[in-house]
């Protein structure tokens, strides 16, 4: 089983820049799909960012142009670079990891960053 550590959350001004990191404590080589979640108190979770094998990423509309999905595969790692942060972007960012692809399945989440943005 490879576990997920998402780190790099705090406090940031509006405006401001973080960057979160999720490293996995094993090869996540093999996986087809990498992306970061968030939950803000009282919402559901949801889906801010996407990397596939082939490196093609998707983001949330909300998100688009201000954030940016990349991963170190020598690394074990997957980054959300934030900028130009708002008051809204606060939540619990999630990092997940999955293969959907037989044999090998699996599917990892991290226990999750706080991020809060506030002036």
């Known amino acids: 089983q490879v576990q997920l550590v998402e780190s790099g959350g705090g406090l940031a001004q509006p405006g401001g820049s973080l960057r979160l990191s999720c490293v996995a404590s094993?090869?996540?080589?093999?996986?087809?799909?990498m992306n970061w979640y968030r939950q803000a108190p009282g919402k559901q979770r949801e889906l801010v960012a996407s990397?596939?094998?082939?490196?093609?990423?998707n983001y949330a509309d909300s998100v688009k142009g201000r954030f940016t999905i990349s991963r170190d595969r020598d690394k074990n790692t997957v980054y959300l670079q934030m900028t130009s942060l708002e008051p809204e972007d606060t939540a619990v960012y999630y990092c997940?990891?999955?293969?959907?692809?037989?044999?090998?399945?699996?599917?990892?989440w991290g226990q999750g960053t706080q991020v809060t943005v506030s002036s």
């Open positions: 990397i596939i094998s082939g490196g093609r990423t």
């Open positions: 094993g090869s996540i080589s093999s996986a087809n799909n």
């Open positions: 997940n990891v999955l293969r959907t692809m037989i044999p090998g399945r699996y599917n990892y």
